[in-house]
């Protein structure tokens, strides 16, 4: 079945990396994408990977894709107060299937 | 380009009224998506459309729920009678589906529905 899991919350200090994980049940799956929510708005396309790829960087933002352990990380390194927000990541299986969130709370 | 256009941004109402949300996608995207977001379900695909036509509703809870395109500017998402339990934010999203492969998916500011 599709399901896309996450943990809910993490907390780190300004400056630090956050890793945000997540992990998905369909190998069929295609693309897998991160998108951001932030209070009060919709969500917002971060970053994407194809699912040959194994890694990409995008400035301050690196996924890594562990394709036979169907696990999704993005790393956003020297967080900053401005990335507190919910990040969610999606695997496209003919449609997009939306994890649970995993809030981001960046503290001084 | 605006964005996604969605109205009302705030919608409160009483149960058993018919409650009407709006979406106008970004110009030129072929696929639209409703969404509603709850604390306790997280984010539910409720419907979407590719080319004006519905492709896959099983995401719709129930009949009191219709959603229609009647062109590829506007949609509209229509629940009758509300209910408490429909209290949440729904989002519509456009995208520009090829058949290449991936597509990023616009979404609205969102509508937050409350039914008392």
């Known amino acids: 079945g599709e399901d896309v899991e996450q943990s809910l919350f993490l907390s780190v200090r300004e400056g630090d990396s956050s890793v945000i994980n997540c992990t998905y049940t369909?190998?069929?799956?295609?693309?897998l994408y991160w998108y951001k929510q932030e209070p009060g708005a919709g969500l917002q396309l971060l970053t994407y990977?194809?699912?040959?790829?194994d890694m990409k960087q995008d400035q301050r933002l690196t996924v890594l894709l562990n394709k036979k352990d169907k696990h999704l990380s993005l790393r956003i390194a020297d967080t900053q107060t401005g990335d507190s927000a919910i990040y969610f990541c999606?695997?496209?299986?003919?449609?997009?299937?939306f994890g649970t969130g995993t809030r981001l709370q960046v503290f001084p | 380009d605006a964005g996604v256009i969605q109205s009302p941004r705030h919608e409160v109402t009483e149960m058993g009224q018919e409650v009407t949300l709006r979406c106008k996608p970004i110009?030129?995207?072929?696929?639209l998506f409703w969404y509603r977001q709850t604390m306790m379900r997280g984010l539910e695909l409720l419907i979407y459309f590719n080319n004006n036509v519905p492709i896959d509703d099983s995401g719709m809870p129930e009949d009191r729920f219709s959603a229609k395109m009647p062109n590829a500017s506007f949609s509209t998402l229509k629940i009758q009678p509300s209910e408490p339990r429909d209290s949440a934010v729904y989002f519509c999203a456009s995208s520009l589906r090829t058949g290449a492969g991936g597509y990023e998916q616009y979404f609205g500011p969102g509508t937050r529905l409350t039914v008392t």
């Open positions: 369909d190998s069929s799956s295609t693309y």
């Open positions: 110009s030129g995207h072929n696929s």
């Open positions: 999606a695997e496209r299986v003919v449609k997009l299937i």
């Open positions: 990977i194809f699912s040959n790829m």
